[in-house]
T-cell receptor, first 113, second 114 residues
């Protein structure tokens, strides 16, 4: 595909459950970002990968959140012991390099009930 | 500290009116980048422009124009002759040279009525 693909588009889970959100970046993009957007707010930075390594994970709210990008392409955001406050749209973006134009996916809407 | 402020929460205009969306930023870095993104109802953020801190030249792209003024730490966005399809939430964002992450404002919802 031409753009950033995120799956699933919607996820409803029960409080306390574990979830995985997947991001397929644009082919060849070495930089990958995860953001979280709550209703009525701007996207909030979570983590940034350059290749396979997390270059900046300062935005992860706590140790329940973890992300991987084992082969430098697809990335998975993992949330353990979900809480109702985790409900938001999780956005993934990729770019050729840092600080250049980032292309965003359509997001995964996570609802914790 | 980095911060982006978009004081206008919502703006409504009638088609063909010009509209300016304000953006004020804070940073201690001398090298940084400013961005504007559009988020239509579909939800996907669409890149509009990227500006580096050393380039204060204003830019025009069709009906869109941007005014970057370092003296007032502002990077305002003007849509000329607005159209209904311009209705969306517009985000201004800042990225510092050594961080690569975008700091977004809270967005301005623009509604263009026919």
């Amino acid at each position: 595909g031409a753009g950033v693909s995120q799956t699933p588009s919607n996820k409803v889970t029960e409080k306390g459950k574990y979830v995985e959100l997947r991001c397929d970046p644009i082919s060849g993009h070495t930089a990958l970002y995860w953001y979280r957007q709550s209703l009525g707010q701007g996207p909030e930075f979570l983590i940034y990968f350059q290749g396979t390594g997390a270059a900046d994970d300062s935005g992860l709210p706590n140790d329940r959140f973890f992300a991987v990008r084992p082969e430098g392409s697809v990335s998975t955001l993992k949330i353990q012991r979900t809480e109702r406050g985790d409900s938001a749209v999780y956005l993934c973006a990729s770019s050729l390099a840092g600080n250049t134009e980032a292309f965003f996916g359509q997001g995964t809407r996570l609802t914790v009930v | 500290a980095q911060k982006v402020t978009q004081a206008q929460t919502e703006i409504s205009v009638v088609e063909k009116e010009d509209v300016t969306l304000d953006c004020v930023y804070e940073t201690r870095d001398t090298t940084y980048y400013l961005f504007w993104y559009k988020q239509p109802p579909s939800g996907e953020l669409v890149f509009l422009i990227r500006r580096n801190s050393f380039d204060e030249q204003n830019e025009i792209s069709g009906r869109y124009s941007w005014n970057f003024q370092k003296s007032t730490s502002s990077f305002n966005f003007t849509i000329t002759a607005s159209q209904v399809v311009d209705s969306a939430v517009y985000f201004c964002a800042l990225s510092e040279y050594n961080t690569d992450k975008l700091i977004f404002g809270t967005g301005t919802r623009l509604q263009v009525f026919p």
